[in-house]
DNA sequence: TGCAACAAAATTGGCGCCAATAATTTCGCC
DNA sequence: GGCGAAATTATTGGCGCCAATTTTGTTGCA
């Protein structure tokens, strides 16, 4: 009776389909780029039938996009679209504030304020995907206490989905610095126990992250 | 220019997803009740491999569930997920309340007052799939006014999949005439434009439509 | 020189076959 | 008669082949 466990989620195209979007998340392939099965299946040392199982998972998941006859690239978002992805995403990453504060630990505190310390060095240091990957890690280990998972996976697709956008995420360095300050003000509001204020900086920080005002320029 | 217009949801298989999907959501296929490929060409009229397509589209989109060398069963979700589904629901639908109050018309709301009186009517004459198709309709409609496709998609994401518990929706008369009542309630705030009603009478309407105590118990 | 039609190359995508694996039945032994 | 192991049957799943379609390149004509 204790053998329920092989929810054995397909190995191969799983595997496969996560590393063509962490490719994609490192802007290894750019939005609206043609993913070539040929090129892929090199690439990656796999057949073209798990390339071509993991690209329908993709297409699923709205990562890519998927054109009859025509194969499949990486979805560029419309601004319409991409406001509304972050409408969501506001609208979810808020709303794990209260069940965070509940349930976040001091041991937890401290390794997000470790996590904090490490954006911070990476914001002069690192390089882009370094930065990507730190804050990454910071908000998912917040928002791993919310003690929702289907919440979180929900968080992490919009996420993914966001970066289809033209819009650089961050477009200079202030906003970067920006950034940087408002973790340590979430840690301020997480030990504080404010949970109300935690929200709040948690929705200027999607926002302020992505200004939409000056769009730019992206070189074809 | 004005030629970008073909984003082709891959025809065939999207479609027989829909189908299963739909054959699930009738509870053709009950939760746990294992999919053989063979008999769904069969009954669907398709080859084995788009068989196999929108079965995996679905394993993606977790309204079933694929297990390595056994096939794929219709997804059964545990009370904790269930819960969770729940919460996030709750969460999503009540952010629909504001925008939705703001963009509706009056037109809509007519129409919206004529699905509340189908409900009605399906409380005791329909059956429990026109109950539940009625009871959809009505708040696909209402949603539709949130102005956010992201959103809705995933509301409709998350209604499916609880639809793999155990839990009856309905699991009595008083509650299905319960949720009648409240579709009025929903009306009241509605043309009331009363955002904070309408958000509190959601979050109600999901909570008691499926009761978390007694759970019925279901024969196997 | 520009444009259109035609030909060649490259790429995607449907599908059927058969090996691998699990479920079921049968058979033999205790 | 009950239990376990081996054989049989049923089902899934990997994969390669070739047709359909699109793109690229070329040639001929105005």
New binding site residues.
């Given amino acids: 009776m204790t053998e329920r466990k092989r929810k054995n989620t397909?190995t191969?195209?799983a595997l496969l389909a996560n590393e063509i979007a962490q490719a994609i998340r490192l802007r290894a392939f750019r939005p609206g780029e043609?993913?070539?099965?040929?090129d892929l299946e090199e690439r990656f040392q796999a057949?073209?039938?798990?390339v071509?199982?993991a690209l329908d998972e993709l297409a699923v998941r709205k990562t890519i996009e998927?054109?009859?006859?025509?194969?499949?690239r990486v979805a560029e978002v419309d601004m319409k679209t991409y406001e509304e992805i972050l409408a969501a995403r506001i609208i979810l990453e808020k709303a794990t504030a209260e069940s965070v504060v509940a349930r976040i630990d001091d041991a937890a505190i401290a390794r997000l304020d470790a996590l904090a310390a490490q954006f911070s060095a990476a914001v002069t240091t690192g390089s882009r995907t370094e930065q990507s990957e730190i804050n990454r890690a910071f908000h998912q280990f917040m928002y791993s206490f919310c003690g929702n998972a289907v919440l979180e996976e929900m968080i992490w697709g919009l996420r993914d989905r966001g970066r289809g956008s033209q819009i650089t995420v961050w477009s200079s360095h202030e906003l970067l610095q920006k950034s940087d300050r408002e973790h340590y003000e979430m840690m301020a509001a997480l030990k504080a126990r404010d949970p109300g204020r935690l929200a709040a900086l948690i929705a200027t920080h999607i926002i302020k992250g992505a200004p939409v005002g000056p769009a730019p320029i992206e070189p074809g």
Same sequence: chains 1, 2.
């Fill in positions: 397909n191969r195209r043609w993913l070539r099965q040929i057949t073209r039938f798990d071509r199982s998927h054109v009859p006859n025509r194969g499949y």
